[in-house]
């Protein structure tokens, strides 16, 4: 059976094999990991679908190729008419590893160490032995990013010769981006020279939002076992505040604005030492909140456990980042590619402040917080964004919540 550069995401047209974990002529077991494949969005484990022998590599670790590409053979003894070289273009001849050339080709050893293709190159140029690097892959293997990372703290060095700052303390220690870091490290590098961000906040009053959730707290955490957050309320009047504002939810192409049929929301999801990852809840705008709520606390459970697929980060349209558990007060986010506009939700907390009344302006304690949205300058202008925010407010702060439970 042939095993396919998978679909990493409804825009994405391509993906990178990070490294192969298996080489030709390997015994293989049903969903065994073979390779880790990455584009710039997301990094997944290639698990294989049956098990078998490992015939051929047909792309070496660090090509990048089309989806739908053929990486590898599997023979699962159900016949041979898979083992012939695959028809694509994208799969040119010189990437064919047949098992004889597997130990030169597929992934080689040096020192009891199996490096890939792209390593040795790497290791190579830079006159670099695989005993000066610590692995980061799995197993202790040595990655891509673990070369990378030491050429460039080698070329760092270099260039801070001549100053007499150390450039890194001294008994401290260097830690290479994992992949999941690395990823989302080029990916918002990339964001930031694609779209020319601008930022706008507004606060809101969240009273209405908090009196809903006091009233059903304890029902709620008991029913379901966990706590009902601002989130799904957000995310809510997010959905709602975008269907009267479709060009946010939207993606540039070219020269055009694509406004999109329905509202995926991505919900940033933090990992701890890990990094960050953005799942996507597919139609969130047919959600209600306790839907949404359950949806959310599902993928970011998933995404904690490492249970995420690429499916899970396929077709987002607006992405919601909270770091308002750790009290920020305003924070401006880095837009997700290719969508146009993302939203922090920072700390939410009492406040004084002014009611305006017909007896005069009074003081009240409150929950505030502020909300703020990045957004791409070329798919809307400030104006169109600032309605949106104040939209959004108004429904945040206007809305009987507690009819949605």
């Known amino acids: 059976m042939k095993v396919l550069m998978p679909q990493l995401g409804e825009t994405v047209a391509e993906g990178t094999v990070a490294v192969w974990y298996k080489q030709a002529g390997d015994q293989v077991e049903i969903d065994e990991i073979l390779a880790d494949v990455e584009t710039d969005k997301a990094a997944i484990e290639l698990p294989a679908a049956a098990a078998g ?57 040096s020192g009891g160490q199996r490096l890939s293709p792209v390593v040795r190159r790497l290791l190579k140029e ?25 050429i460039a703290a080698s070329q760092d060095k270099t260039r801070r010769m001549p100053s007499p ?25 990339r964001s930031m020279a694609t779209s020319p961000h601008v930022l706008q906040a507004v606060e809101v009053d969240f009273s209405q939002v908090n009196r809903a959730r006091e009233s059903i707290r304890d029902a709620w955490r008991e029913q379901h076992n966990y706590s009902l957050t601002y989130l799904p309320f957000i995310g809510h009047a997010v959905c709602l505040a975008l269907g009267e504002f479709p060009h946010l939810n939207a993606s540039v192409e070219d ?42 606390r599902d993928v970011s459970q998933r995404a904690r456990n490492g249970d995420l697929t690429a499916d ?17 007060l305003i924070t401006a986010p880095i837009i997700n590619q290719p969508q146009v506009a993302i939203l922090s939700m920072d700390g939410i907390r009492k406040r004084p402040v002014v009611i305006e009344g017909p007896a005069g302006d009074a003081l009240a304690i409150r929950q505030v917080g502020i909300l703020a949205q990045s957004f791409d300058h070329r798919a809307v202008d400030g104006a169109y964004s600032a309605a949106f925010l104040a939209r959004l407010r108004e429904l945040l702060e206007q809305t009987d919540w507690a009819r949605q439970f």
């Open 53 to 109: 022998v490992l015939t051929q590599i047909l792309v070496a670790a660090g090509k990048t190729v089309d989806v739908g590409t053929v990486l590898a053979v599997i023979d699962d003894g159900h016949g041979d008419d898979e083992q012939d070289e695959p028809e694509s273009a994208a799969v040119p001849q010189a990437d064919v590893v047949p098992i004889a050339k597997a130990k030169s080709r597929a992934v080689e050893r």
């Open 165 to 189: 700052i150390s450039a890194t303390v001294a008994g401290g220690r260097r830690v290479p981006f994992n992949r999941i870091q690395r990823v989302t490290a080029e990916h918002m590098v």
């Open 255 to 296: 020269d055009s604005l694509v406004l999109h049929a329905q509202i995926n929301l991505a919900i940033a999801v933090d990992l701890g030492p890990e990094g960050l990852v953005a799942p996507v809840i597919a139609s969130a705008d047919a959600l209600s909140v306790p839907e949404l709520s359950h949806k959310v």
């Open 126 to 150: 830079h006159d670099l032995e695989p005993s000066q690097l610590s692995g980061s892959g799995r197993d202790g293997r040595i990655t891509r990013a673990d070369v990378l990372a030491v």
């Open 312 to 328: 899970d980060f396929a077709g987002g349209t607006y992405t919601i980042s909270n770091s308002g558990t750790f009290g920020t």
